[in-house]
């Protein structure tokens, strides 16, 4: 999960140079010349973005070796001086060794005419973990940077069998110094990922690259150099035309296989949708939503947004950390870098705080079993996500002296939820009505109805995105989902003088925030929702007994509790959040019976999802890190744009794998 960072050095000249590939970066001559020649013009961009402005929403490009950013910035800067041009650009880049961001600042100060860009780019870059970077730089641009291995990153592309791009940029360094990038391998995954007649260009006219592109599918013709190299490379994906020309029986693309985690394409329809419920993945979702243009109506049946688990007065962003990489340990990492980078963007917008003031956990908040050992944790976290301390550095960190060694997270921070999820719907896009409960969702025509508790229709139209939480499963369509309510309980405590000093969040078998209005927040209990209100009072003497245990000195926190907050956090049976369209239970049921009577049955079908009905919900006790990121998924599922997640981790995360688990374990029929 961690990547290595290039190694660079620089020459007299002041340019970048690789020691591991041994060559520079870019072209001494004109590099901003170049890339306008090689990868604008060679693709024919200007001219196709102005004819396309009313054809497609979206315009993908795909680039091969992301290195300084060069090409990505031309690229942004001629998007934004063609005045015509379809809706959104969104630009994927792969790269296994990214610059780090001091270098990567160096630089870019080269080039003062794409400042501004350079400026959105460095804010939001992290040179640390593997996986896809979600930067949404402009209104109309968004970049997914994939870091790690080129050829691992491709694979995990999960469009559900759309093939998105439609301009690829291979720009690695030569196929001598770097075969790996210029393989037949990669080249395959180029063209199970190629709209029909997408675009390539390259500086490289090598007999292998040229023979690789024709082979998958690419009609490729050697064109003009820039500068002092003889010939560059351009070349179409037209698979019907190669066929012709090789006489090739059998398809260039990997064959499709159906499977039930695919989702089905959304119709073309208007972009309007209903958001259920205010709380931060309602709030989020419709957010995301908001971004892309969509007219998002978010119905709250409480007075307020976040008035429920989004209501704790802080709440803490920090990483869940695993022992193992995983689809679901690479979510969450991507959700807490995700998460940091939008709060960082609102807050620097004015919208609200984002307190990045660091997150620390004591050894003694992990569950034994769970436990990370240092080693563990280095081997797979970067410590720009997380770092093992001894408890002395953590309490130079912390203003405080504490009692264990632990995990500190540099990035993490807290935030009032409440102030976020107003920052989420203000935007122009977003129309909200509260004190209002949906009670029922029914089919309508092509899609959905909402009605409340009065019978009455609040909304109809074609997309519905319930983030209700634990109450979700009240809904028809997910009754059948188990949902687990776990109540909690925080306190808020007077400061005194010296715990006002408290400089981070820190977290054991309770977590403590620095004071917020003169007070700490406590959080928090794990009760059964049984509980009699009687015994509340034990939870906030032990939550205060809890947090003062993470301090040596014994009278760090004074002992006036202001007041409590009692809340229910949603989980899931696997606690992993569920996040996706809604199963059409039954019709699944019957599709993957075979599954009950042979688990290991192979049945390619495609699941059976109703359109436009979606779900996004059991955030767990980490709801500020996953909700983010997770409507920027549904967002984007919705958008029929790149997925932020891999198929692995949209798989993880579909609300139809709970019915698949059981059919497998044969419990039903
Ligand atoms: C005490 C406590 C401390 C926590 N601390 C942290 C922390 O430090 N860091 C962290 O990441 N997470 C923390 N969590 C978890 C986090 O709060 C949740 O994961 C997150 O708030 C979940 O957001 P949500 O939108 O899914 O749910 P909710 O915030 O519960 O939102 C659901 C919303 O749906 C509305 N609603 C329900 N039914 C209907 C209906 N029929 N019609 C209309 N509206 C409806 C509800 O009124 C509610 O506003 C904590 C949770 C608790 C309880």
Not at 71 to 91: A, D
Not at 486 to 496: E, F, K, M, V, Y
Request: aromatic fraction near 10%.
């Amino acid at each position: 999960m961690k990547v290595s960072r290039a190694n660079i050095r620089w020459l007299d000249s002041g340019l970048p140079y690789s020691n591991k590939f041994d060559d520079i970066y870019h072209s001494e001559d004109d590099a901003l010349g170049e890339s306008l020649h090689v990868f604008i013009n060679g693709n024919n961009l200007i001219n196709r973005w102005q004819e396309q402005k009313n054809e497609c929403s979206v315009f993908t490009i795909a680039e091969i070796g992301f290195g300084t950013g060069l090409n990505f910035l031309q690229t942004c800067h001629q998007w934004q001086l063609t005045s015509q041009h379809p809706r959104s650009l969104h630009y994927l880049a792969f790269e296994k060794y990214p610059i780090s961001k001091p270098d990567l600042q160096k630089i870019l100060a080269v080039w003062p005419q794409f400042e501004t860009l350079s400026e959105g780019l460095l804010t939001s870059y992290d040179d640390h973990s593997s996986g896809c970077h979600r930067i949404i730089l402009t209104g109309d641009i968004i970049l997914d940077l994939y870091f790690g291995d080129a050829k691992e990153q491709l694979s995990k592309l999960n469009n559900y069998h759309r093939s998105v791009v439609d301009c690829w940029y291979l720009d690695g360094f030569s196929p001598q110094l770097n075969e790996d990038l210029w393989s037949d391998s990669i080249f395959q995954k180029i063209a199970k990922n190629s709209a029909h007649g997408a675009s390539l260009a390259t500086y490289s006219v090598a007999a292998k690259v040229r023979n690789g592109l024709t082979e998958v599918g690419f009609l490729t013709e050697k064109k003009n150099g820039f500068a002092r190299k003889r010939h560059m490379l351009c070349a179409s994906y037209l698979p019907k035309i190669k066929k012709k020309q090789t006489h090739k029986q059998s398809s260039d693309r990997e064959a499709i296989v159906p499977q039930w985690h695919e989702y089905p394409l959304p119709k073309a329809v208007t972009r309007t949708a209903l958001v259920i419920g205010a709380g931060l993945a309602g709030c989020c979702t419709a957010y995301s939503l908001a971004l892309r243009g969509w007219e998002v109506t978010v119905v709250e049946k409480g007075s307020k947004p976040a008035s429920c688990a989004s209501g704790i007065a802080q709440l803490s962003l920090r990483c869940r950390l695993f022992k193992t990489q995983s689809a679901i340990s690479e979510f969450y990492l991507q959700c807490f870098i995700y998460a940091r980078r939008q709060f960082g963007y609102l807050s620097q917008q004015g919208k609200f705080a984002w307190q990045e003031c660091g997150v620390i956990q004591l050894n003694g908040a992990m569950n034994k079993s769970h436990s990370v050992t240092p080693e563990l944790l280095c081997s797979l976290y970067d410590e720009a996500v997380a770092k093992p301390m001894s408890s002395d550095a953590l309490g130079a960190i912390a203003n405080a002296t504490l009692r264990d060694d632990g995990v500190f997270f540099p990035g993490g921070g807290w935030v009032d939820p409440h102030s976020l999820c107003e920052a989420y719907l203000e935007h122009p896009n977003i129309h909200h009505v509260f004190n209002t409960e949906i009670t029922k969702i029914e089919s309508a025509g092509e899609g959905w109805s909402a009605l409340n508790s009065v019978g009455s229709r609040e909304f109809n139209g074609n997309n519905v995105i319930i983030c209700t939480a634990a109450s979700a499963n009240q809904f028809d369509c997910l009754s059948q989902i188990n949902l687990e309510p776990i109540r909690g309980h925080s306190t808020l405590l007077s400061a005194t003088d010296v715990s006002n000093n408290l400089a981070t969040v820190v977290s054991g078998t309770r977590s403590i925030f620095p004071s917020y209005n003169n007070e700490h927040c406590i959080s928090a209990s794990y009760e059964n929702l049984y509980t009699e209100n009687s015994q509340f009072h034990e939870f906030s003497n032990s939550n205060i007994a809890f947090a003062q245990e993470l301090f040596a000195d014994e009278n760090y926190l004074g002992d006036i509790a202001a007041t409590e907050q009692v809340a229910v956090r949603c989980h899931s049976a696997d606690r992993v959040p569920i996040v996706g369209l809604i199963p059409d239970w039954s019709q699944m049921r019957i599709d993957f019976s075979e599954l009950s009577r042979n688990a290991k049955a192979i049945i390619n079908k495609a699941g059976a999802y109703y359109p436009g009905l979606f779900v996004n919900v059991a955030h767990g006790s980490n709801g500020l890190t996953s909700c983010p990121l997770s409507g920027e998924f549904l967002a984007s599922l919705m958008s029929k744009e790149n997925s932020p997640l891999s198929s692995a981790q949209a798989q993880s995360l579909n609300p139809a794998r709970f019915l698949m688990r059981e059919l497998k374990k044969q419990r039903m029929d």
